[in-house]
């Protein structure tokens, strides 16, 4: 049986990076890009911990913290995705125009 390496790892990574990439550039619900943003980081935390683990870094502590960042980071921003939705019913991107003058 193959043992898993850290390539396999960083294939993993990768894909999930260039996943949360693509996400962020296309589309445009405001719901979507969140989610996308959090597969980016999912895939610098497993980057950290990889190679956390291939040379005995401390790397899960700052997967910890980026994990603990993420969840403020989603909190806040849902929560100014409900205070917009209620003002503009709706969570298009392209309507994001309230701070122009």
Do not use: C, P
């Amino acid at each position: 049986m193959a043992e898993i390496t850290t390539l396999h790892y960083l294939v993993v990574a990768a894909a999930l990076f260039l996943t949360g990439v693509i996400g962020v550039l296309t589309r445009r619900n405001v719901i979507i890009i969140l989610m996308s943003i959090e597969l980016i980081l999912n895939a610098v935390n497993l980057n950290l911990v990889a190679f956390s683990r291939l040379y005995n870094l401390h790397g899960q502590v700052f997967a910890i913290f980026i994990i603990a960042d993420a969840a403020a980071e989603a909190a806040i921003a849902l929560g100014i995705l409900i205070a917009f939705f209620r003002n503009k019913e709706t969570v298009n991107m392209d309507e994001v125009d309230l701070l122009k003058w």
